[in-house]
């Protein structure tokens, strides 16, 4: 595959990412920091967002397997989780932990484990269309784009 075709395919993988919902526009400021001075900024940043947020998904399993869940704790994980989805523009994550706080509020349950079940869904999501964006970006890059 040529460069322009590369090129023009990461730009309409990219949008379709925006269309979608996957991103918001704190992605498109993510990318106006990287420079020749540091062009893995975003892979880095990125790759940070994957381990904390994985982190936390589990931590958040194990807190709702509890006998008492302790419902401030399971917040205090959404919370942190929702921050950091928001600072890469992972908008449909992001917007999981929304609803996923509101049933930590009302101490409920089972709304808490179906909102873990999407959360895990958006997380794995985002994280397989990040990992294929890098990769186009990574083609373009060895083609010589």
Known sequence: MDVVQLQKQLADYTRS???EGFLDD???QL????DESNPEFVVE???LFFQDS???VNELAKDLEQQSVDFKKVDAHVHQLKGSSSS???QRVQKACISFRNYCDEQNTE???KCLQQLKNEYSLVKNKLETLFKLEQQLLEAGG
């Open 54 to 56: 994985q982190r936390l």
């Open 111 to 113: 709304g808490c484990l």
């Open 31 to 34: 990318q106006q920091l990287q």
């Open 88 to 90: 890469i523009g992972a």
């Open 17 to 19: 990412l925006f269309n």
């Open 45 to 47: 940043v990125v790759s």
């Open 26 to 28: 704190q992605f498109n």
